[in-house]
Every structure is written in C-alpha cells, then in structure tokens.
C-alpha cells in the first residue's frame, strides 16, 4: 500500500522495485511483533501442557529455562541496530531518490491508456492521445512556490517537453488560473525546473533519517556544527539519535 500511494500512476515495475525498499521500512516492525509471538506460543504452550511443573519437577529453574529465549533477543536485538543504524539510513533516502525518478521516467515516457499521474502537489488527468507526445482534454495542477502561486491549467491539447533540468509544456486553447487570475490563451507554453514540480526540500540529504548513528555521533560532537543547527532540526537529531538503539531493545521487552 505505501508503495502504491507514493508511487501514484506509475507502472507495475517500479512498484516491484521500490517495494524492497518500502520493506525496510516495515521490517522493524515486523521482526518484534513475530518475536513476540513466537515467545508467546512456545511458553504459553509449556504452561498449557503443564510443562514448567514437569521441569521444575526435574529441578530446572524456571528463570533458567528463559535463557534461550534471551540468547535469540539479543542476536535479534543487535541485528534490529546494526539495520538501524548503518543500512536503513541509506535505504531510506534510496527510496526518496527512487519514487522521484519513477515519477519523472513515467512523465517522460507516457503511455497510451496512462492518463493520470500524481506526484505531491502535482497533477496530470490527459483523457486521450491523438497523437504522439501530444495529449488531449489536459488538466495540471502545477505546484507554486514563495515566489510563484499555484496553476491550474485545462486545455484542448498539450505537449509534454524535457531537458535534464526543465518541464516544457505547450498548449492549445489552454485556461490558465494563477492565484486571483483567470487568463485565456489560443497558444502559450509553460516552463518549470523538475525541482519545483518534485519539491526537492532544501536540506534534504541533511535529514537526520539520512544518516548513520556515526554520522550523528560525530556531527553532534561538534560545537560549530551544533551552533548552526535550529532547534527543531537539532531535536529531530536527538530523536534519532536515541530512538534507534531503544528501538533495538524491543526484543528483549
């Protein structure tokens, strides 16, 4: 489901590929809750059988009978860090750098029958294909910014144009409404950086979810590092920071 919804419109293929990446997400989750019920099953079952009276009739202490299910806690537990704080990081930012590309490779090459495509703030509906790269009854819904309001567009035709940089859009008959505008126009064309249609947020990389817990380590052990950092920004290191390795000890919870 989350790779359907992140993905919106793009086809079976990149769903297949991104879902590896999706799965780490869930995989921390996964494992405790299997662990719990495994632990569960197996002395819920002893004590069904009256199993613990027989052993501790054979004068086996209960707290030792405990010890394998502690010994697999901890292999867990210190398999659960290491994801967590040296492998997902990584992956987590795979999975931004590959949705993005999904959507743009999708945008480059629409198919017939691929009508709509929705990625954040942006919208594509294009309801046939009379011809080759040109799309009729379009609608886009075109994301602003601080300097640019939003666009709603809806025109007759429209042909979809890359650079390695740039969006270019050219449409017929098109009715373009930006902000308190509503303007009219037999032709005109539209151009927009792909980082504005993709809302690549400044300091993304920098995301604390991005990096190892030795990245943060030693990122936060420096004053002058420290000192540049905004409250908001500073505690979402803290929280990582700490979150993971507590995160690990769910196993032996």
């Given amino acids: 489901m989350s790779a359907i919804t992140r993905l919106g ?14 799965g780490m997400d869930v995989l921390p989750y996964l494992m405790p809750m299997g662990f719990l019920l495994a632990i569960t099953s197996a002395y819920g079952r002893l004590a069904a059988d009256n199993e613990w009276t027989a052993m501790q009739m054979a004068r086996r ?3 030792k009978l405990l010890l394998p299910a502690l010994v697999i806690a901890a292999l867990f537990s210190a398999g659960t860090y290491h994801l967590l704080a040296t492998v997902r990081p990584e992956w987590k930012y795979e999975q931004r750098v590959f949705a993005k590309q999904a959507i743009v490779d999708t945008f480059k090459d629409l198919n017939p029958g691929r009508t709509e495509l929705q ?7 294009a309801a046939r294909r009379p011809a080759k790269d040109t799309f009729g ?9 601080d300097e640019r309001p939003d666009l709603r567009i809806v025109a007759d ?3 979809f144009h890359f650079t ?3 969006l270019i859009v050219r449409f017929t008959n098109a009715r373009i409404v930006s902000g308190q505008d509503d303007l009219v126009a037999a032709n005109s064309e539209l151009r927009r950086p792909l980082k504005d249609i993709f809302k690549e947020e400044e300091f993304a990389r920098e995301a604390a979810k ?12 420096d004053p002058a590092f ?8 500073l505690k979402q290191y803290l929280y990582e920071l700490n979150q993971r390795p507590a995160f690990s000890l769910s196993f032996v919870l």
Avoid: C, W
């Fill in 226 to 233: 420290r000192a540049t950092l905004e409250e908001s920004r």
């Fill in 164 to 166: 390695d940089e740039d």
């Fill in 157 to 159: 035709r429209a042909s």
């Fill in 210 to 221: 991005y990096f190892t817990l030795t990245e943060l380590r030693r990122r936060l052990a």
């Fill in 119 to 125: 990625f954040g703030d942006f919208y594509l509906h």
């Fill in 61 to 63: 202490n209960p707290y």
């Fill in 9 to 22: 419109g793009v086809n079976v293929k990149a769903v297949l590929g991104y879902l590896p990446l999706a």
């Fill in 137 to 145: 009854e379009v609608l886009i819904q075109m994301p602003g910014d």
